[in-house]
C-alpha cells in the first residue's frame, strides 16, 4: 500500500495572542489517501483554514509532525517547502487571488512558468485547462472581465497546472452565489473523477454533503475522533 | 535574475501605471541633477587640464611656489631658458610674458588688450593659429602680432593690417610711446575668456610697448617635454639642475587648482548628489514598500502556489532596479539638456576661459551615475524585500479572509 | 601689481621694527605669536628681509572665489609696505600705489566727483563703489545658477509629491466610493480632498523651513571648519522662508487636486470595485 498523500500526525497549532497562546488545532491527526475527496467544515475559527494551511505546507504546526508523500514537511526548508506546493499541492483561494495585471491563461501559466515548464508546453497545458475549466474563450480576459465563478474556475485551472497529486481549496464557494457554488463543486468532483486527491474546507453543510469522506471540526479537533 | 522575473516585475510595475510613471519621472529629475552634479564635479578639473594640454606644453616653470595670481616674476629669463634647453629630457622652452595695452580704434574708443609676449620657434605655439602667419618674418616694419577673433572682430584686423597699441602694464608706470604693430595672424588663445581681446607678440615688442626696462625677467616658462620622456622626468630634471626654479606638470597644476580653484562647484555637486540620492532613494523606497503593503495577500497567494521567497523578494529587486533604471535612462537626456542651460548660466561669470566648461562629459561621470542609481536601487528594495520575506503566509492569508 | 611675496623669517627682536597685523591662518601656520619680529621680503628668495614685529592678529575677510586656499596674510602700513616693494633704481616705484580710496562729505556727489576727476587726470580708472565690485557679478551668476537648481529640485519634489498624493489617494478609495454610496456630493469630496491637501502641504513646507532653520547652524560650522573661513554658507531668512511656503502650499494643492481627480471623476460603483 502507498504512503498516503498527506499525513498529520499529533498536529498542534498555536498562535500566541498577548492575552496567552490561542490553539486553532489540537493533537489532530488525519491521513489523506491517495483518490480521497474530503471536506472539512466546522463553524468559523475552529480551525479547519489552519488545518489547510498545515496539510498545504504553508503553515508549520507548532507540535506533531506532517508527512508528504512519506517525507517530514518540518524536516525541509523553505525552498524545499516552495518546491512541495509548486509541484505536488494545489491552491484554490476564497478570494480567487488572480493577479489583476494577467490574463486568465497568463495567470494559469504562472505557476507552470514558475517550475521551468518549456513555453510551448505551458501553454498547451493552459488551453487544455481552460477548456476543462469551461472557459477557453474567456482565455485573455483580465480577471477585472471574469465574473466570480469564472475567476474562480480559472483559479481551479491555475492549481491544477502543475498537474498536483493534491488539491487543497479553502472556502472555495464562499465569495459565490449558490447556483455558482454548486458549479464550481461539480468542478472538484470532476478533477477528482479524473484522478486527483481533493480537500475542501467550508462552513457550507450542503457542499461538505456531496464529498464521500467528510469530517467536522470543532474547536481545533475533528469531531468523532475521526483520523 | 531569470527573464521571467524581469518579465513578472515589469508586469507588476505597469499594473500601476501612474504611479510608475512618476516614480520613473521623479528618477528622471533627481537622476538628471546627479548626472549634471558627477559632471559639474570634475568639468573644471576636465577642461582646464584638456587647456593645459592642449597648447603641447607640458610643464610650466615659475618664480615661486605661489598661486598663479600671484606669483613673482622670473629673474635670469636667459640662463634660465638656456639651462632648461640644454636638457636632454627637453624639446622646447617658450618664455611667456604678460603685458597689457589698449588699441586706438577709428571711432576713438580704445580697446583693452591682453597682450602676450612669446618667444616661439618653430615648434609649439601657446595659441592655435586660424588664419595667416605666426612667424614673425622679420624686416625692418613694425613688429608682428597676433590677434584673437574678438580683437580681429572690434578693430577689423586681419593678416595685413597694422594696430596701433598703447601700453597700459600696471606693473610700471607707463612711459612708452605708443608702438605701431602689424597683424600676420588670427589665432585662438585657449585662457580666453568670450568677451577678451587678446594679442600675441615677442617678448621684445611687449617690452617697448609696455615701456619696460630691460630686466632679464619672464613671468613663466612653458616647457615641451621630449617624447617619451614624459612631464614628471622634465620636472624632476629641472629641479635637479635649477633647484632656484619652481617646475610644475599639467597634472600638479590641475592638482593644485583641484586644491584651492572652484572648491565650491565640487562641494555643491557633493551636497546636492547626496541629497538627490537620498531623494531618489526615499520615492523608490516609498513607492514599494506602499506596492508591497497593497499586495501582502495577493504574494501570500503565490508563496502558498509554490513561489520561494527568494523569488518573491527578488520580483521587489526587479521592480526597483526597472524603475530606477528606466529614470536613469531617461535622466540621461534630461541630465545633458540641463547641463547645457546650466553651463549657459556659469558661463556668464567674469574671466571664465570660453574654452573652459564647467559641466564636461567623461566616460567615468556615467559609470558612476549608473552605480550610484544601481545601489540606490538596491538600497530602496531593502526594507519592501525585508516586508516581503518576513512575510508570513498562512497568517496574511487568513488576515485577508477577515478583513 | 606687483603682489607682495612674503617670504618670512623669524627675526632677532629688535625694538623700532613697525608693526604689522597677520591673519589668523598665517600666524597659525607658522606657529607665530603677537609680540614676535619677523623678517619679510618681497622677493621669494628672501633678498634685502626687512624686520616686523606682529602687533595683532586680524580674521581676513572672507572671500568666497578663494574657498579653500589658505588666506596667509599680513597688514602693513603703507609706507612700510612701499619701502618693503619699492624698487631702490626706479625712484618711482616709491610713489605708486594699487588704488586710492576716497570717502566724499557727501555721498551723493560721486556721480559728479568721478567726472570731474575723470576730466582732470585723464587716465585714471575711477569706480563708484555705490555701484558696486564688479567681482559681484560671479555671485549674481550664482544665484542664477542656484535658482536653476532650486527649480529642477521643485520640479522632481511635486513629482514625489504627487506620487505620494496618488498612493495616499489610492489607499482611500473605498472609503471614498463609501461616503459616495451614502450620498456625499462629487464637490463635497473634493472640498475634503483640497482641505488635506492644504494641510498637509502647509505642515510639509512649515516642517521643511524648521528643518532647514535648524540645519543651518551645523551646515555653517561643518564648511567653515572644512574651509577655515568665517563665511556664512547658509541663511535661512524670513524671506527665503516665506518664498519656501509660497512655492510648497500652492504645489501641494496642486497635486492633491491631480491626484485625486482620477478618483474624483469616476462613479462610485466603479470605486467600490475591486
Not at chain 2, 108 to 117: A, M, Q, Y
Not at chain 3, 79 to 84: A, N, Q
Not at chain 3, 212 to 239: C, H, I, M, S
Request: hydrophobic content about 50%; overall charge positive.
Amino acid at each position: 500500500m502507498s504512503a498516503p498523500v498527506v499525513e498529520a500526525r499529533a498536529v498542534t497549532k498555536s498562535f500566541p495572542m498577548p492575552a496567552g497562546p490561542v490553539v486553532a488545532v489540537r493533537d489532530l491527526s488525519l491521513s489523506i489517501e491517495k483518490g480521497d475527496f474530503v471536506s472539512i467544515c466546522g463553524p468559523s475559527g475552529c480551525g479547519k483554514s489552519t488545518l489547510l494551511h498545515i496539510l498545504g505546507c504553508v503553515d508549520t504546526p507548532t507540535d506533531g509532525r506532517l508527512l508528504v508523500d512519506g517525507t517530514d514537511a518540518g524536516t525541509l526548508g523553505d525552498a524545499q517547502r516552495s518546491a512541495i506546493r509548486l509541484s505536488k499541492i494545489g491552491f484554490v483561494f476564497q478570494r480567487f487571488f488572480l493577479l489583476p495585471m494577467l490574463t486568465a491563461a497568463e495567470n494559469v501559466e504562472l505557476p507552470q512558468a514558475e517550475a521551468g515548464v518549456a513555453r510551448g508546453d505551458r501553454r498547451a497545458r493552459t488551453a487544455e485547462l481552460l477548456d476543462y475549466v469551461g472557459l477557453a474563450r474567456r482565455a485573455h480576459h483580465r480577471p477585472s472581465q471574469l465574473s466570480g465563478g469564472e475567476a474562480q474556475r480559472v483559479a481551479i485551472a491555475r492549481a491544477l497546472a502543475n498537474r498536483p497529486r493534491l488539491l487543497l481549496a479553502d472556502e472555495p464557494t464562499g465569495e459565490l452565489d449558490q447556483a455558482t457554488g454548486q458549479q464550481i463543486v461539480g468542478l472538484f468532483e470532476r478533477v477528482h473523477a479524473d484522478g486527483t486527491t481533493v480537500v475542501v474546507v467550508t462552513h457550507d453543510p450542503a457542499i461538505a454533503g456531496s464529498t464521500p469522506r467528510r469530517l467536522a471540526m470543532r474547536d481545533g479537533r475533528l469531531e468523532d475522533g475521526a483520523r | 535574475m531569470s527573464p521571467k522575473v524581469w518579465a513578472f516585475a515589469g508586469r507588476s510595475l505597469v499594473r500601476q501605471p501612474g504611479r510608475a510613471t512618476l516614480g520613473v519621472l521623479g528618477v528622471a529629475a533627481v537622476g538628471a541633477l546627479l548626472f549634471d552634479m558627477l559632471l559639474l564635479s570634475r568639468g573644471l578639473l576636465v577642461s582646464f587640464r584638456a587647456l593645459l594640454d592642449s597648447a603641447g606644453f607640458d610643464v610650466r616653470v615659475m618664480a615661486a611656489d605661489v598661486p598663479l595670481i600671484t606669483r613673482p616674476r622670473l629673474a635670469g629669463r636667459t640662463a634660465a631658458v638656456a639651462a632648461l634647453r640644454a636638457l636632454p629630457e627637453v624639446a622646447e622652452v617658450v618664455p611667456i610674458e604678460f603685458g597689457g595695452a589698449t588699441a586706438d580704434g577709428t571711432d576713438g574708443r580704445r580697446l583693452e588688450v591682453l597682450l602676450i609676449g612669446a618667444d616661439v620657434d618653430s615648434g609649439r605655439r601657446p595659441w592655435i593659429l586660424l588664419e595667416g602667419a605666426d612667424r614673425d618674418p622679420g624686416g625692418a616694419g613694425p613688429p608682428a602680432l597676433i590677434v584673437n577673433r574678438n580683437l580681429a572682430a572690434r578693430r577689423r584686423l586681419g593678416p595685413g593690417s597694422e594696430v596701433t597699441l598703447r601700453g597700459d602694464c600696471s606693473r610700471d608706470p607707463v612711459s612708452a610711446p605708443p608702438l605701431r604693430f602689424r597683424v600676420i595672424g588670427v589665432a585662438t588663445f585657449p585662457f580666453d575668456d568670450p568677451g577678451s581681446t587678446t594679442a600675441a607678440t615677442g617678448t621684445a615688442a611687449l617690452r617697448r610697448v609696455c615701456g619696460f626696462d630691460d630686466r632679464d625677467e619672464a613671468d613663466l616658462l612653458l616647457v615641451a617635454s621630449r617624447e617619451g620622456q614624459g612631464a614628471m622626468a622634465v620636472v624632476q630634471a629641472i629641479r635637479a639642475r635649477r633647484p632656484d626654479l619652481h617646475p610644475f606638470s599639467n597634472e600638479e597644476v590641475v592638482a593644485r587648482f583641484q586644491q584651492i580653484g572652484f572648491s565650491y562647484f565640487r562641494q555643491i555637486s557633493t551636497v546636492l548628489s547626496s541629497i538627490t540620492l537620498f531623494f531618489a532613494f526615499l520615492l523608490i523606497a516609498v513607492l514599494l514598500t506602499v506596492s508591497v503593503n497593497q499586495r501582502f495577500a495577493e504574494i501570500a497567494a503565490l508563496r502558498a502556489l509554490g513561489f520561494t521567497r527568494r523569488r518573491v523578494v527578488l520580483d521587489v529587486l526587479a521592480q526597483s532596479v526597472i524603475l530606477v533604471g528606466a529614470g536613469g535612462l531617461v535622466s540621461l537626456p534630461l541630465g545633458f539638456a540641463l547641463a547645457r542651460r546650466l553651463e549657459a548660466i556659469l558661463h556668464a561669470m567674469p574671466e571664465i576661459p570660453a574654452a573652459m566648461h564647467f559641466f564636461a562629459f567623461e566616460p567615468r561621470a556615467l559609470g558612476i551615475h549608473a552605480l550610484l542609481l544601481a545601489v540606490t536601487a538596491v538600497l530602496a528594495a531593502l526594507y519592501p524585500m525585508r516586508l516581503v520575506a518576513g512575510l508570513p503566509i498562512a497568517a496574511t492569508l487568513r488576515a485577508e479572509v477577515v478583513t | 601689481m606687483t603682489p607682495l611675496i612674503a617670504v618670512l623669517l623669524l627675526a632677532a627682536g629688535t625694538a623700532e621694527a613697525p608693526a604689522i597685523l597677520v591673519s589668523r591662518q598665517l600666524l597659525a601656520a607658522e606657529h607665530l605669536a603677537v609680540g614676535d619680529v619677523v623678517a619679510l621680503s618681497s622677493d621669494p628668495r628672501g633678498t634685502s628681509p626687512r624686520p616686523f614685529r606682529i602687533a595683532g592678529v586680524y580674521e581676513p575677510v572672507p572671500d568666497p572665489a578663494r574657498l579653500g586656499a589658505v588666506a596667509l596674510e599680513a597688514r602693513l602700513h603703507l609706507p612700510d609696505l612701499v619701502g618693503l616693494t619699492a624698487d631702490p633704481a626706479d625712484p618711482a616705484s616709491a610713489e605708486s600705489v594699487e588704488s586710492i580710496n576716497v570717502k566724499l562729505r557727501d555721498p551723493k556727489d560721486a556721480a559728479a566727483f568721478t567726472r570731474e576727476l575723470a576730466a582732470r587726470v585723464p587716465g585714471l580708472a575711477l569706480r563708484e563703489t555705490a555701484k558696486g565690485d564688479p567681482r559681484e557679478v560671479t555671485f549674481v551668476v550664482l544665484d542664477r545658477f542656484h535658482l536653476a537648481i532650486a527649480t529642477v529640485t521643485v520640479i522632481a519634489s511635486s513629482i514625489f509629491l504627487l506620487a505620494l498624493m496618488v498612493m495616499l489617494v489610492d489607499e482611500r478609495r473605498e472609503t471614498v466610493a463609501i461616503l459616495r454610496l451614502i450620498g456625499l456630493r462629487r464637490r463635497r469630496i473634493f472640498i475634503q480632498v483640497l482641505a488635506e491637501g492644504l494641510v498637509i502641504a502647509l505642515a510639509g513646507a512649515v516642517f521643511g523651513v524648521v528643518l532647514a532653520a535648524a540645519l543651518e547652524g551645523g551646515f555653517n560650522r561643518f564648511f567653515q571648519w572644512k574651509y577655515d573661513t568665517a563665511l556664512v554658507f547658509v541663511r535661512v531668512t524670513p524671506a527665503i522662508a516665506a518664498r519656501a511656503v509660497a512655492v510648497a502650499v500652492p504645489l501641494g494643492i496642486v497635486a492633491s487636486v491631480a491626484a485625486s481627480w482620477s478618483l474624483l471623476r469616476r462613479g462610485a460603483l466603479s470605486l467600490a470595485r475591486r
